[in-house]
């Protein structure tokens, strides 16, 4: 009778057990998608024209956001701008990188996503409903960036 009582709370148990690895599971596959949005736009203007394979690329200047380790086989100092749009031309991507020193490498990446010329709307009459008499109007334009 001891062990029956005890195979069932082992059962119990591993119900549990089974209920907490399908939520962490869960929970993963969604924070996946999310996990290399940082990567997804790439930086350097030859590693977006070689389809973003910057990692093992030692001569682009971009190499301190792609492998940072490649950093010592820079021969010299490098840098460049560059300037794309995405989703015909909404979203403006600018970035900055660059590499220096000889004994001491250093390599930095500045970059900028940012949306402009955002119309913000107002109502005349904004107790009314939206109709013939009442439009929207375009009162003032924002831009917004990281």
């Known amino acids: ?3 029956i009582i005890n195979k069932g709370s082992n059962m119990r148990y591993l119900k ?3 209920l907490f690895f399908f939520v962490i599971v869960q929970v993963n596959a969604f924070s996946i998608k999310y996990a ?5 736009m790439g930086v350097g203007v030859r590693n977006f024209a070689l389809g973003k394979t910057g990692v093992s690329d030692i001569n682009s200047p971009a190499v301190a956001y792609w492998n940072s380790s490649l950093l010592l086989l820079q021969e010299n100092m490098k840098y460049e701008l560059m300037h794309a749009e995405v989703f015909n031309g909404l979203l403006k991507y600018d970035t900055f990188s660059g ?13 900028r996503i940012g949306i402009n010329n955002i119309a913000l709307t107002k109502l005349p009459f904004p107790d009314r409903e939206i109709g013939e ?7 003032k334009s924002v831009n917004n960036s990281d």
């Open 133 to 139: 008499e009442n439009q929207p109007y375009k009162y």
């Open 36 to 40: 290399s949005e940082p990567f997804l």
């Open 99 to 111: 590499t220096f020193g000889r004994d001491y490498a250093m390599g930095f990446t500045l970059a």
């Open 1 to 3: 009778m001891y062990e």
């Open 16 to 18: 549990y057990f089974f």
